[in-house]
């Protein structure tokens, strides 16, 4: 049989323990697409207490928080700029050119409002005065057909 290795691999936040006969069966176990050994994101590892518990369940992959945080390179340190002061914050409440807004709608509102009600008033007038004038019209009509009837009645009792 095969000697067991454990090898490791860590996202930065987890490190991923598998114990395999081969570093190609390591990286299955891990389900990677990638060789992780030849880029450096996987070793494999002799710390004791890992051995232990990755040979205790070979080709199963044990997780544990990672305990090394990843190096990252130094680089040239550049001063960093200070932060920009925050743009000034605006004033609660409504400005003065908001509020001249405002009361210039309201006073248009009001104006239309009883330029409407003038116009309703004389429309009513004008209704009341054609009321007055049908009046006139009709009782002028029923006088007149009266009148009529009365003419046709005699003239027509003169023909016999």
């Known amino acids: 049989m095969a000697r067991l290795k454990v090898f490791v691999t860590s996202d930065g936040f987890t490190d991923y323990v ?16 990638q060789d992780l050994f030849q880029t450096g994101g996987a070793r494999e590892t002799d710390d004791p207490e890992l051995v232990t518990a990755a040979s205790a369940q070979p080709g199963q992959v044990l997780r544990r928080p990672s305990k090394v945080t990843p190096l990252i390179p130094k680089r040239s340190v550049a001063p960093r700029p200070s932060p920009k002061p925050a743009p000034p914050k605006k004033p609660r409440g409504p400005t ?5 807004r405002v009361a210039d709608l309201e006073a248009e509102l009001e104006a239309a409002a009883a330029r409407h009600a003038a116009e309703l008033a004389e429309i009513s007038a004008e ?11 009709e009782r002028m009509f029923l006088s007149r057909r009266s009148e009529l009837r009365e ?7 003169a023909l016999k």
């Open 18 to 33: 598998v114990a395999a006969t081969s570093r190609a069966k390591a990286l299955a176990a891990w389900g990677a697409h």
């Open 127 to 137: 209704k009341r005065a054609l009321e007055l004038r049908r009046d006139e019209s």
């Open 151 to 157: 003419a046709l009645r005699k003239a027509r009792l």
């Open 96 to 100: 003065p050119a908001q509020l001249r």
